[in-house]
């Protein structure tokens, strides 16, 4: 089955630093475009990064500078380096594949809760 | 604020037809495809459309896509009450360069 799974959130203090993790299966992983979307409770979707197959990165406004995503194709896996982390990034966070015009595979998600 | 425009709610009685819009502008649906999703409670979104009408494997020909000019239209029809979900349109933004989603529609079947 084409899976992804998400780890590494948690609660960390403002200011603080948080990298989650994606692994993906059932699918040729560097083939794909692969995407951070976050979620906070209550409200819509967000896009947060993007890592195309070349290795080019994408953020909007809202985390350039403090998000770095990467990823290991040998090892089937997605990485979100979350710096400097504010209340406002408290949300579930869900990795997604890429495909043209949209996100057809998404794991299930992890939550990162940003406070004191 | 969302960069795509969608209505917060619709709603419409099981059998029927509803429709839901999403608009954008021309650096984002005008010029790149348009998706659409479904999100069930506590679930994570689920991909209905690509590529402005395209649907995945599994998905019923029930929802159906389109697009003209810079919005996007969903349309679901013989509504079940297992519809009862939050909608999200997106696409690519190339000013931005980066993705976008519209606010997200809850739809309700009565």
């Known amino acids: 089955d084409v899976q992804l799974v998400e780890s590494g959130g948690g609660l960390v203090q403002p200011g603080g630093s948080l990298r989650l993790s994606c692994a993906a299966s059932?699918?040729?992983?560097?083939?794909?475009?692969m995407h951070w979307v976050r979620q906070a409770t209550g409200e819509g979707l967000e896009w947060v990064s993007a890592?195309?197959?070349?290795?080019?990165?994408y953020y909007p406004a809202s985390v350039k500078g403090r998000f770095t995503i990467s990823r290991e194709n040998a090892k089937n896996s997605l990485h979100l380096q979350m710096n400097s982390l504010r209340a406002g990034d408290t949300a579930v966070y869900y990795c997604?594949?890429?495909?043209?015009?949209?996100?057809?595979?998404w794991g299930q998600g992890t939550m990162v809760t940003v406070s004191s | 604020q969302s960069v795509l425009t969608q209505p917060p709610s619709v709603s419409a009685a099981p059998g029927q037809k509803v429709t839901i819009s999403c608009s954008g502008s021309?650096?984002?649906?005008?010029?790149?495809?348009v998706s659409w999703y479904q999100q069930l409670p506590g679930t994570a979104p689920k991909l209905l459309i690509y590529?402005?009408?395209k649907r995945p494997s599994g998905i019923p020909a029930r929802f159906s896509g389109s697009k003209s000019g810079t919005s996007a239209t969903l349309g679901i029809t013989g509504l079940q009450t297992g519809d009862e979900a939050d909608y999200y349109c997106?696409?690519?933004?190339?000013?931005?360069?980066?993705?976008?989603f519209g606010g997200g529609t809850k739809l309700t079947v009565l």
């Open positions: 997604a594949r890429g495909v043209p015009g949209g996100f057809d595979i």
């Open positions: 059932g699918f040729t992983f560097s083939r794909y475009d």
């Open positions: 890592i195309a197959t070349a290795g080019d990165t």
């Open positions: 021309s650096s984002n649906i005008g010029n790149n495809y």
């Open positions: 590529e402005d009408h």
């Open positions: 997106g696409a690519w933004d190339s000013s931005l360069s980066g993705g976008v």
